[in-house]
Nanobody, 125 residues
Framework: QVQLVESGGGLVQAGGSLRLSCAAS????????MGWFRQAPGKEREFVAA???????LYTDSVKGRFTISRDNAKNTVYLQMNSLKPEDTAVYYC???????????????????WGQGTQVTVSS
């Protein structure tokens, strides 16, 4: 059974940093695109960042220069380093993985086959 488990969320003041982790189990994702999404209260889930199996990355405009996505294939884990956090970054953050190997990264939710349960990030002003 494939599982994606996020961790690292919490409460932080504006300007602070958090590092989210997403540990995968049940299969290896070293040849798969993986991404992070977030959903704020009352809003739709939105794309945040993605990383391809080659290490190429893609970010939504609002986090460029502040967030960094990375992966450790040996640990079957993807990370999201979040710096200079703002109150508008408050949301539940979800990890996602595409099931097809060697695919290009995409921002659409339908591209991702596996999802974690989410981790809460709250940024206070």
């Amino acid at each position: 059974q494939v599982q994606l488990v996020e961790s690292g969320g919490g409460l932080v003041q504006a300007g602070g940093s958090l590092r989210l982790s997403c540990a995968a189990s049940g299969r290896t994702f070293s040849k798969n695109a993986m991404g992070w999404f977030r959903q704020a209260p009352g809003k739709e889930r939105e794309f945040v960042a993605a990383i391809s199996w080659t290490g190429s990355t893609l970010y939504t405009d609002s986090v460029k220069g502040r967030f960094t996505i990375s992966r450790d294939n040996a640990k079957n884990t993807v990370y999201l380093q979040m710096n200079s956090l703002k109150p508008e970054d408050t949301a539940v953050y979800y990890c996602a993985a595409n099931g097809a190997p060697r695919s290009s990264i995409r921002i659409g939710m339908s591209f991702y086959d596996y999802w974690g349960q989410g981790t809460q990030v709250t940024v206070s002003s």
